[in-house]
């Protein structure tokens, strides 16, 4: 598994996929900038402490990360049979499910690091215009929420990766899935109930960014656990046609 | 434990009603190269995926090392390397980094294996050219380069100087061969260029739409590809006298009864003739001969397709 996990992340050396990846986090953080310089009561948004790290994040996760994530896993395990590598790699040979599960852990990976890249840029930001406004406290809890939001955002997509690879239709189908499924989380968070149950909302309600109480905390906790191990489902499914193709 | 590394037995492969591959029985024997000819869509390709497992065989057999490769891929594929089509590798990597991630994957424990491999089919090591900007040439090499980086015993190229240039396929045949001669490798190589096969391999299998037409050592085919008088006479063994006490000729071989091929072709076949007559022997006919393989394939495959 280390050397399938080392293999993954070598895999993505010069890959655009990163850099459309570095590129929105940036993006995101820039415009979610430019919005707080609308005033209010006399007060720019920005001024205002944590208002920079608290309001990239409902836009990067209903608008930008989740389809990144998405495109960035499903072409991780589409780019196999994709790029006919897949026969290189039987000859070796490797254990598929194996290599699905690395490719998964590097995309989860690959989630928490750019939730974690958006954390970075905004606290920069935020302790150049005011870091005295800024308790230890306060930083660490939205390290905490990017961190959850990181892990909580690939599995609620997790099932659309698995859908893309199993369909076999190119990678980019997932980014379009994943678009439309974290821009529908914005009406599901207008009701307390679809909140909890969404998979998307349901990161904000474990992380911390919607006030939640323990029990409504559990239940987005089941649900993500759910798209997981459906996601397993759909992979084990694809695993398994592909041994059918083999033998 | 048998002598071929790799034999099948009435390998048979059906694609719904068409049959690709009919009854082949191949017999590649330890140390050898094993040219598997036959025109495009013959069934080349097919037979060594299906030695190599990687597409169900319908009916037969085939045997890796002595035992049949289904359920010991893990014990079997790093002894092999391969190239089957066209090499996949990642288009956004090196080929530097290509052949790394192989040589990780394959737990290679030679620090140097990549930077060997390509040295051996001349390609740069840490070069900055990316995949996607290989030529074809340039992937069939890297291709190779892969097959042989964990240095198995047993190669399988399918069409490996497909998209090289001439100098390059000249270079790939010289390494092919050497990893034969000098290092003792097993390699089973297909082609549709009968030149390339006559030059590189020991043993030959011809394949024409799927049925194995014949499958010899290349010492015997070659005595297909000479020039010969052909003599018919009524008396072999006067014959045989003659040409060896009057004439100095060995190089002569007796088909039958009547028939004997003479391969020294520059004989004065008038004298020859004369002699025969005065030993009492009827010369029925004499003819100069000269059959080449390529007239020989074309005539057990019945046509074009073979370059």
Same mark, same amino acid.
């Given at each position: 598994m280390k050397q399938l996990l080392w293999a993954e992340r070598k895999k993505l050396h010069h890959s655009k996929i990163v850099w459309i990846a570095a590129f929105s986090v940036i993006m995101t953080a820039i415009i979610v900038f430019a919005q707080g310089q609308f005033t209010f009561n006399g007060l720019r948004y920005v001024d205002g402490a944590g208002w920079f790290m608290t309001a990239t994040q409902s836009l990067a996760t209903f =608008?930008?990360?989740?389809?990144?994530?998405?495109?960035?896993?499903?072409? @991780?395990?589409?780019?196999?049979?994709?790029?006919?590598?897949?026969?290189?790699?039987?000859?070796?040979? +490797?254990?598929?499910?194996?290599? *699905?599960?690395? /490719?998964?852990?590097?995309?989860?990976?690959?989630? !928490?690091?750019?939730?974690? @890249?958006?954390? @970075?840029? *905004?606290?920069?930001?935020?302790?150049? #215009?005011?870091?005295?406004?800024?308790? !230890?406290? #306060?930083?660490?809890?939205?390290?905490?929420?990017?961190? !959850?939001?990181?892990?909580?955002?690939? $599995?609620?997509?997790?099932?659309? +990766?698995?859908?893309?690879?199993? #369909?076999? %239709?190119?990678?980019? $189908?997932? $980014? !379009?899935?994943?678009?439309? =499924?974290?821009?529908a989380a914005l009406f599901a968070s207008m009701s307390e109930t679809l909140k909890t149950v969404y998979p998307i909302t349901a990161v904000f309600q474990l992380s911390g960014y919607y006030e939640a109480t323990i029990g409504n905390k559990v239940v987005s906790l089941v649900i993500l656990i759910v798209c997981m191990a459906l996601a397993a489902l759909i992979l084990t499914g694809l695993t398994h046609s592909n041994k059918r193709y083999i033998h | 434990m048998s002598k071929y590394v790799i034999e099948t037995k009435q390998l048979t492969k059906n694609y719904g009603e068409q049959t690709a591959v009919n009854a082949v029985n191949i017999h590649v024997e330890k140390g050898r190269i094993y040219g598997l000819l036959g025109r495009n869509g013959a069934g080349k390709t097919t037979i060594m995926k299906m030695i190599l497992g990687l597409t169900p065989v319908t009916s037969g057999e085939v045997d890796v090392f002595g035992q049949n490769i289904k359920g010991r891929e893990? %014990?079997?594929?790093?002894?092999?390397?391969?190239? +089957?089509?066209?090499?996949?590798? =990642?288009? &956004?990597?090196?080929? *530097?980094?290509?052949?790394?991630?192989?040589?990780?994957? %394959?737990?290679?424990?030679?620090?140097?294996?990549?930077? &060997?491999?390509?040295?051996?089919?001349?390609?740069? =090591? %840490?070069?900055? /050219?990316?995949?996607?900007?290989?030529?074809?040439?340039? /992937?069939?090499?890297?291709?190779?380069?892969?097959? +042989?980086?964990h240095d198995p015993e047993l190669l399988i190229l399918d069409e490996p100087t497909n998209g090289l240039d001439p100098i390059g396929i000249a270079e790939v045949r010289g390494f092919i061969k050497a990893l034969s001669t000098e290092r003792g490798k097993t390699i089973l190589i297909s082609s549709h260029i009968l030149s390339e096969i006559a030059l590189l391999a020991d043993d030959i299998g011809i394949i024409d739409h799927g049925v194995l037409l014949e499958e010899n050592s290349m010492e015997v085919l070659e005595e297909k590809n000479s020039k010969y008088i052909l003599l018919q006479v009524s008396d072999i063994p006067k014959t045989s006298l003659v040409l060896e006490r009057q004439f100095g000729v060995t190089d002569y071989s007796v088909q039958d009864d009547h028939f004997l091929r003479i391969y020294n072709t520059s004989l004065d076949m008038a004298a020859v003739n004369k002699a025969l007559v005065v030993q009492d022997v009827a010369v029925i006919s004499s003819q100069l001969c000269n059959d080449t393989l390529e007239d020989y394939f074309k005539k057990i495959t019945g046509g074009e397709g073979i370059a």
């Amino acid at each position: 598994m280390k050397q399938l996990l080392w293999a993954e992340r070598k895999k993505l050396h010069h890959s655009k996929i990163v850099w459309i990846a570095a590129f929105s986090v940036i993006m995101t953080a820039i415009i979610v900038f430019a919005q707080g310089q609308f005033t209010f009561n006399g007060l720019r948004y920005v001024d205002g402490a944590g208002w920079f790290m608290t309001a990239t994040q409902s836009l990067a996760t209903f =608008y930008v990360l989740p389809a990144i994530v998405a495109l960035l896993g499903s072409y @991780m395990i589409c780019r196999e049979e994709q790029e006919d590598t897949m026969k290189s790699l039987r000859l070796v040979p +490797i254990d598929e499910a194996k290599l *699905t599960v690395a /490719k998964m852990i590097v995309a989860m990976i690959f989630s !928490v690091l750019i939730y974690l @890249m958006l954390f @970075m840029i *905004t606290f920069v930001a935020e302790a150049v #215009m005011h870091f005295r406004m800024l308790s !230890v406290q #306060m930083v660490f809890g939205f390290l905490y929420t990017y961190f !959850v939001n990181g892990v909580g955002i690939f $599995l609620a997509i997790s099932p659309i +990766i698995a859908l893309v690879a199993r #369909m076999k %239709r190119g990678y980019w $189908l997932a $980014l !379009v899935f994943a678009e439309i =499924y974290s821009f529908a989380a914005l009406f599901a968070s207008m009701s307390e109930t679809l909140k909890t149950v969404y998979p998307i909302t349901a990161v904000f309600q474990l992380s911390g960014y919607y006030e939640a109480t323990i029990g409504n905390k559990v239940v987005s906790l089941v649900i993500l656990i759910v798209c997981m191990a459906l996601a397993a489902l759909i992979l084990t499914g694809l695993t398994h046609s592909n041994k059918r193709y083999i033998h | 434990m048998s002598k071929y590394v790799i034999e099948t037995k009435q390998l048979t492969k059906n694609y719904g009603e068409q049959t690709a591959v009919n009854a082949v029985n191949i017999h590649v024997e330890k140390g050898r190269i094993y040219g598997l000819l036959g025109r495009n869509g013959a069934g080349k390709t097919t037979i060594m995926k299906m030695i190599l497992g990687l597409t169900p065989v319908t009916s037969g057999e085939v045997d890796v090392f002595g035992q049949n490769i289904k359920g010991r891929e893990k %014990r079997v594929y790093p002894r092999i390397g391969a190239i +089957i089509e066209t090499p996949g590798f =990642y288009p &956004n990597l090196t080929g *530097t980094e290509n052949l790394e991630i192989f040589a990780k994957l %394959r737990g290679t424990a030679a620090p140097n294996a990549v930077k &060997n491999a390509l040295g051996i089919v001349g390609l740069p =090591y %840490r070069d900055k /050219k990316l995949f996607s900007k290989y030529s074809l040439g340039m /992937k069939q090499r890297l291709g190779i380069a892969n097959a +042989i980086l964990h240095d198995p015993e047993l190669l399988i190229l399918d069409e490996p100087t497909n998209g090289l240039d001439p100098i390059g396929i000249a270079e790939v045949r010289g390494f092919i061969k050497a990893l034969s001669t000098e290092r003792g490798k097993t390699i089973l190589i297909s082609s549709h260029i009968l030149s390339e096969i006559a030059l590189l391999a020991d043993d030959i299998g011809i394949i024409d739409h799927g049925v194995l037409l014949e499958e010899n050592s290349m010492e015997v085919l070659e005595e297909k590809n000479s020039k010969y008088i052909l003599l018919q006479v009524s008396d072999i063994p006067k014959t045989s006298l003659v040409l060896e006490r009057q004439f100095g000729v060995t190089d002569y071989s007796v088909q039958d009864d009547h028939f004997l091929r003479i391969y020294n072709t520059s004989l004065d076949m008038a004298a020859v003739n004369k002699a025969l007559v005065v030993q009492d022997v009827a010369v029925i006919s004499s003819q100069l001969c000269n059959d080449t393989l390529e007239d020989y394939f074309k005539k057990i495959t019945g046509g074009e397709g073979i370059a």
